[in-house]
């Protein structure tokens, strides 16, 4: 059997170079080696757009042209809408007698984004648990590999756990995935924080037209201890750098660069336009694409809904040898 990748997004905004680095390059370097299922997370989604969920709708169809755009292809790649494959509800329950409390409450990426959401009424139980349905996502395609983000790690381990219990409960009807990791971890925000990130306002987007991508690059942070351009400069941890080592390909100009910013013989502006220039490039044929399916949103559509036709098919004969396994096929 052909050895299959899961993975997917929240569809709670357009995707950003952080997601490129972090995890579409991979899907798109892997989609014919392996047979590709990419979840839209809506269900996922909601356990902190609950209150809104009609942000939703226009989200589910962004991330899909952001995905076929930097290249998935929808005669090989699955797109499948979360919400339509009920089953994952189902596998969720089941796995909840296999988590304690005390687990749920260490994971580390969870525990970062209830400090950053500050939950008027409390943490939802929904969103605290996410971790449980994330590994029903997985595991009910049989996914061998999940392409993630660095911060999607503890997710993985989590579902590692749950299919070593339920394996050695009831029977050896689940495969234990691994994550992978882009090259590049995680990519700096423009302004210097640690990661892109929606809420802070420091990302470029895959579907950024020029103006805006010239905009975003030229207000870049630098090097906060270089007043003057012929100050000897730091390359390392210096964001335009860590952008011009993703995604300029030509590395001799990098090099050049990052010599004469050391030693004090390039402004920052030269720097900046280098990395317009190069990332212009890159996005200018993922800008193409989108444009070309955004005018046909027929064909968007049909996309989805056959992706998660095959999917569903997928998870429902999983979902048989769960109960087989469990011995609640009571009918069978
Ligand atoms: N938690 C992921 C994110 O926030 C989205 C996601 C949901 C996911 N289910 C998944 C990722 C399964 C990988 C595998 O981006």
Same mark, same amino acid.
């Given at each position: ?25 991979? #899907? ?50 699955? !797109? ?81 756990? !749950? ?40 990302? !470029? ?54 010599? #004469? ?24 044929? !993922? ?46």
């Amino acid at each position: 059997m052909e050895k299959r990748i899961l993975t997917g997004d929240r569809p709670t905004g357009r995707l950003h170079l952080g997601h490129y680095v972090g995890s579409l390059q991979n #899907r798109v370097r892997l989609q014919y080696e392996y047979d590709t299922y990419v979840l839209i997370a809506d269900v996922q989604a909601l356990t902190d757009n609950f209150e809104h969920p009609e942000v939703l709708r226009q989200n589910v169809f962004d991330v899909t042209l952001d995905y076929l755009a930097v290249g998935l292809d929808p005669e090989r790649v699955k !797109i499948v809408v979360q919400s339509m494959v009920p089953e994952l509800a189902e596998l969720t329950i089941y796995f909840m007698n296999l988590v304690t409390v005390a687990t749920l409450e260490r994971n580390p990426t969870v525990k970062e984004e209830i400090k950053q959401r500050n939950f008027k009424r409390g943490v939802p139980v929904g969103f605290w648990s996410y971790p449980i349905s994330q590994a029903a996502d997985i595991t009910i395609f049989k996914a061998h590999l999940v392409p993630v983000g660095e911060d999607q790690l503890p997710m993985i381990e989590q579902a590692r756990e !749950i299919v070593r219990r339920f394996n050695a409960l009831y029977d050896k009807v689940l495969i234990e995935p691994k994550a992978m990791v882009g090259e590049v971890a995680r990519l700096p925000g423009t302004d210097g924080a640690a990661k892109m990130s929606k809420s802070l306002n420091n990302c !470029i987007y895959l579907s950024d037209p020029p103006e805006v991508l010239r905009k975003c690059v030229m207000s870049m942070f630098t090097d906060p201890t270089r007043i003057h351009p012929t100050d000897p400069g730091h390359v390392e941890g210096n964001p335009v750098f860590t952008y011009h080592d993703s995604f300029n390909p030509d590395k001799a100009e990098v090099e050049e660069l990052k010599e #004469r910013y050391r030693k004090g013989t390039v402004g920052d502006v030269e720097v900046k336009q280098r990395l317009f220039a190069a990332l212009d490039k890159f996005l200018a044929p !993922i800008r193409q694409r989108r444009a070309e399916y955004e005018a046909k949103p027929e064909r968007v559509r049909e996309i989805i809904l056959e992706g998660t036709r095959k999917a569903r098919a997928v998870a429902q004969q999983t979902m048989k040898e769960v109960r087989t396994a469990m011995k609640i096929a009571y009918f069978d």
